[in-house]
C-alpha cells in the first residue's frame, strides 16, 4: 500500500478499540489529522493520565484518581445504601440521574461460567466486608437485565438476605418513550410481572 | 460530580471527534482504562506521531510522510490518469480495490456556495499546473455523489475538457449486493441513465 505508515499505525490502534471498526477508525483519524497540534496532543495527553492517574477505589473498586474515591470519600453520601453494578462506566450512568446518594460497588465483571468467571472472580469477600462492618439497610442490585447479570443479582440476592438486609432489584420494563409494540416478549412480561399501583 | 477528573476529561476529549456522542466516549474512555498501560502509550504516541510526521504532499495535496508522497513518487503508477478526490481518505477506498494505478488529486473540499467554498478555496491552480506540464489522458472525477460533490465535478469538467483532456466521473447506480426496492428515486434514474451493454 502506498499510504503513509503513521497514518495506517494510527488506523489500526483505533481499531483495537471495541466497536471501532476499519472506517471508523479512517474517519477519527483524519479527523484528528485536522485538529490543531494542540488538540492532538491534549487528547493523546488526556489517554496517559487516564493510565497513569486511575486506581481502583479500596472499598468499592471504582476506578478513580483518589484511593478512596470520591464517592466513598464524600460525607453527604450515606453507607446504608449501597449500589452494586457490573462496571465502574455504570457509576456514571446512575450518577447522571442525580437521584442516588448511597455508596455503590464494582463488581467488575458478572457471573459466567461460560468464561470461566466464578464468585471468586468477583471479589466479593471486599463487598461482604463492606456489608458486616457498615450499618447497611439495602443493597441495590443494579446488573444488567441479561442472562448473566439477572443470574450474578439471584446469587447476590441469596447471600445477602440472610445478613438481614434488604435487597431490591432495579425495575426491568419497557423504556419511557418507547412503545408497547416495539418491546420484546420477555420485556413485556418483566414489566407485567413488575406492575405497580397508581 | 464525584467522578475522577482524568475520566471526565478524557471524556471531553474523545467527544470532540465526529460521531463520538457522550456515551461512545464513555465505553472508549473505559476500554482504554482496561488496556495495558504499554497499549495506551501506544495509542498516544499513534496519536502524536500523525500530528508530527503528516504533511500535505507538494503534488497532490495527499497527507503523507514524504512528500511528495509515495503515490506520486511511486513509479510503477502513471501520471495519465489522475483521480480527482475530495479528502485524502478517499484514497484510502479507492487504492483498497487495487485496481487504479493512476495518481489522485486532493481538492480538500467540494464548491459549497452557501459555506462560503468557491473555486479558488479548493486550490486548482496545483491541479491545473499538473494538467498543463504532464501527460495527461485522463481525468476521473471521483468526487461524492451529493448536490455539492456533483457540482464540483460539471465545474471541473467544463475547466478540463476544453484542455483536450478526457474527463469520466464514476458511475452511480444500485450498490452491489442491494436490490431495486431499496434503492431511491435519484439513484434509480442514474442507475437508468448509466446503464450499458452487456
Chains 1, 2 share one sequence.
Do not use: W
Not at 479512517?26 to 497540534?37: E, F, G, P, V, W
Not at 468464561?115 to 471486599?126: A, D, R
Amino acid at each position: 500500500m502506498d499510504t503513509a505508515e503513521p497514518i495506517t499505525r494510527l488506523i489500526e490502534e483505533l481499531k483495537r478499540l471495541p466497536g471501532i471498526g476499519q472506517k471508523t477508525a479512517q474517519r477519527l483519524t483524519y479527523s484528528i489529522l485536522r485538529k490543531s497540534k494542540t488538540d492532538a496532543e491534549q487528547l493523546a495527553r488526556a489517554i496517559l493520565a487516564v493510565k497513569e492517574k486511575i486506581v481502583y477505589c479500596r472499598q468499592c473498586n471504582n476506578l478513580t484518581d483518589v484511593d478512596p474515591c470520591r464517592i466513598c470519600a464524600n460525607p453527604a453520601r450515606t453507607n446504608q445504601t449501597i449500589c452494586v453494578v457490573e462496571e465502574a462506566h455504570n457509576i456514571l450512568s446512575i450518577e447522571k440521574i442525580r437521584e442516588f446518594r448511597g455508596r455503590y460497588h464494582v463488581l467488575h465483571g458478572v457471573l459466567s461460567p461460560i468464561n470461566g468467571i466464578g464468585p471468586e472472580e468477583l471479589n466479593l469477600k471486599n463487598l461482604f466486608g463492606r456489608l458486616e462492618q457498615n450499618d447497611v439497610k439495602e443493597v441495590v442490585l443494579a446488573t444488567n437485565p441479561t442472562v448473566e447479570g439477572e443470574a450474578t443479582a439471584i446469587y447476590l440476592a441469596k447471600l445477602i438476605k440472610p445478613l438481614g438486609i434488604k435487597v431490591t432489584r432495579i425495575a426491568l420494563g419497557i423504556p419511557v418513550g418507547s412503545s408497547l409494540e416495539f418491546a420484546d416478549e420477555v420485556t413485556l412480561s418483566k414489566a407485567m410481572d413488575g406492575r405497580r399501583e397508581i
